[in-house]
């Protein structure tokens, strides 16, 4: 079983959309979940992390997480075609950080 | 920029050579930890080292080690190198060793 699930996409939407990425984790005991983006050939960069259920809001991007149905998601407003990337589902337990494949998300013009 | 510096950026080396990837944290961050990401998978967790001790380590093998240093850059060594270790060598710098992970640009390993 696959600690960390994310369709793999590509996920298509239209430039001023909202994008909603999701990610499902098995291990009950993780602490904090965090949402990375990553450009072709590039490195991991950090998005925004939440501890707590409900929503955290920052900017354009909000990150949803239910601890009881065991998903996180990120959702995106107003998608742009810079935002065309992998976005990486990341959880953690002490000090492992768990991801999952990413999903990859194209913003069309 | 994260300011976690990696070198080399790329690299080649043959089936059964040993390789060293250095890693620069970002400053204040006193954790270091490594990731190798395969071509279209995420990045999977090497080892962990805060002050200069392994602080966790995932499913890797004892041909891959590490070291951290005084000033908390860090090492990782891979010994009789294998053709499935040919991937992005990501390094990530944290402070604490639960906090936000910032990646630097990664080095890029090619095995033939």
């Known amino acids: 079983q696959k600690e960390v699930e994310q369709n793999s996409g590509p996920l298509s939407v239209p430039e001023g959309a909202i994008a909603s990425l999701n990610c499902t984790y098995s291990?009950?005991?993780?602490?904090?979940f965090f949402w990375y983006r990553q450009y072709s050939g590039k490195s991991p960069e950090l998005i925004m992390f939440?501890?707590?259920?409900g929503d955290k809001e920052d900017g354009r991007f909000t990150a949803q997480l239910n601890k009881a149905s065991q998903y996180v998601s990120l959702l995106i407003r107003d998608s742009q075609p810079s935002d065309s990337a992998t976005y990486l589902c990341a959880v953690r337990r002490y000090s492992t950080l768990t991801f999952g494949k990413g999903t990859m998300l194209l913003v069309s013009p | 920029e994260t300011g976690v510096t990696q070198s080399p950026t790329h690299l080649i080396k043959t089936r059964g050579q040993q390789v060293t990837l250095r890693c620069s944290s970002q400053s204040g961050h006193n954790t270091v930890s490594w990731y190798q990401q395969a071509l279209g998978q995420g990045p999977q967790f090497i080892f962990q080292?805060?002050?200069?001790?392994?602080?966790g380590r995932g499913n890797f093998p004892p041909r891959f080690s590490g070291l951290q240093f005084p000033n908390y850059s860090s090492e990782l060594n891979v010994n009789a190198l294998e053709l499935d270790d040919s991937a992005l060598y990501l390094c990530?710098?944290?402070?604490?060793?639960?906090?936000?992970?910032?990646f630097g640009e990664g080095s890029r390993l090619t095995v033939l």
């Open positions: 080292y805060y002050r200069e001790e392994e602080n």
């Open positions: 291990d009950r005991g993780s602490q904090s």
């Open positions: 939440i501890y707590s259920n």
């Open positions: 990530a710098s944290s402070y604490p060793p639960t906090g936000e992970l910032f």
